[in-house]
């Protein structure tokens, strides 16, 4: 349930024109990740395997001298998942701004939460 819901619609206007564009952002992308299926990322607990969606805000590939990698940052608008391909430098699809969902089992890594090689599939571009 987002907190707009089970508010009259004058509340609601009154919240929009009163937010900031980041948490106007962020409450669409909550919605988004609810109609997708997707767990909410501050939900996700360590060992729990979770379908997430949302919106990459950035890629990085790790040059490592054993094992390259490839991250990304999925926000859903309540936290982020970084998502983790080892082995990998470039993936056709996975840039920052893309929407996707992501499947598998989160882990914690310097206190931040991950998923290493996730399941994903692209949404298509709106």
Known sequence: M???EGRGPLRRMLR???ASEAEIEA???RQESA???GVPARQCVRGQVVSVAGRLR???YTPRTNLPTL???LYDG???VTLVWLGRRHIAGIEPGRHLTARGRVAVRDD???IYNPYYELETSK
Do not use: F, H, I, N
């Open 58 to 60: 950035t890629v990085v």
């Open 35 to 37: 109609r997708c299926g």
């Open 112 to 114: 931040r939460k991950v």
């Open 16 to 18: 929009r024109l009163t």
């Open 71 to 73: 991250e990304a940052d």
């Open 2 to 4: 987002t907190t707009d």
């Open 78 to 80: 309540s936290d982020v």
């Open 27 to 29: 409450d669409e992308l």
